[in-house]
């Protein structure tokens, strides 16, 4: 007998499970960076309004990076949607706080992704989540590193003006 | 997505095989035909291995227990259709326990043969 389950797609049901739920992941993070530029643009931190929005541009890319690599070994990619996004928040240090936090919990996620495919054998899949491990070794340090300006810098006086305008020189040179 | 569910009147051909039996129904499987056939609730439908998954998901979903308790004569029966494919099932509770056992028997039949089909197949034998 044919296993017409695997001729029609190279997924497993739990591993195409997972992804789908990272493409809504992805969606969501993207919706959660484009409320922190909303937050920074109102609130007059236009670098990091501009650092967000690039970040929202990212995560939609990494959300339809998950939903084309689904849809092309025959998986039903299901277009997410997404709910429940903060819209503001208590502190510019806070909005780091929670971007740094969104990470962690998407390496977090990307890894359980892993896991389960090592379990299944699902080399293929390992292979294509690979870029991710790497996006987010990038994604943390610049997250992380944001946010340490605020120790470095100092809030006091002219301080959040002065970390808005370091936020756009942050970024992750070592490959 | 018309291709998931074909329209022509299905009959159990010889190039069907049994995939799983229970009292209730049986499911049998078409390798040239690339397609399944469910023979439940007095018919039998045609479905390709992703609209049975669904109908499978769909038949799982189901609140047995909402069911079972609510006494409005509308949860007598549940009605299960999925979007593009033509089939729909009109099933009381009893045929939902009943369906689930087939359903999900033939599932592990699929995954059962979806394991011997790699143990022995996958690797190549010059002997
Ligand atoms: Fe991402
Ligand atoms: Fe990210």
Redesign the interface.
Known sequence: ????????SLLG?EVEALLNNQIKMEAYNSSVYLAMASWCDRNGFDYSADHFYKQAEDEREHMLRFFKYVSDMGG?AVSPSVDGIPQEFESFREVFESALELEVKTTQAINNIADKCYKEKDHVTVEFLNWFHKEQREEEYVARRCLELFEVIGEEGTGRWEIDKAIPSVSYGNE | MSRMCKKVAPAITESYQEVFRTKSGCIYQSDVEKSLLVEFANKIARFDIRCLQRLKNAVFSINLAEMATDTSRTTDVEIISLCACEHCYVLTLREIINFRELLAGAFVMFELNSIIQERIYSIPVYA
């Open positions: 007998m044919k296993d017409l389950m695997r001729l029609r049901t039903t």
